[in-house]
């Protein structure tokens, strides 16, 4: 597996026993899940106990395909190693195809500052940190429709 930036020296998530467990266990496996409401039909990110559009606990983990747009992004060019902060890097906010205002923020691999436009299409590659956390990172697609 490509490594594409180095986690070693910065916090890192808390992946234990926790609502957002789901998601890292999905990640290991190579999957992007959210919380989907079974009553309303809503995904909703960050994970809690009850649909944040209805309020049904009815809620189930459920796995998108990859396919993501890029709503936003920012370009940080600037190292705080005492606080694990890299640079440079594109740090994005992505929506999902299939559940259209859902966002999940991450850092674009895999292509230049000036290549990076809005609504972009994106995919999502996986890099395996250690072996409780797997990180979700996107890069362009470069045969798929904006």
Known sequence: ?????????????????????????????????????????????????????????????????SQARLFTWSYVNWNLPAFGIRGPYIMVLVEFDEAPGLYLTSDLVECRPEDVTIGMPLDVVFQRVNDKITMPLFKPVKDRQS
Request: one cysteine or more.
């Open 1 to 65: 597996m490509k490594e594409y930036i180095d986690f070693s020296k910065g916090p890192l998530p808390d992946v234990g026993d926790n609502e957002g467990a789901p998601f890292w266990e999905g990640t290991r496996r190579g999957e992007i899940r959210f919380p989907k409401c079974q009553d309303c039909n809503q995904f909703h990110w960050y994970p809690c106990t009850l649909c944040p559009f209805c309020h049904s606990p009815n809620l189930k983990w459920q796995a998108l395909t």
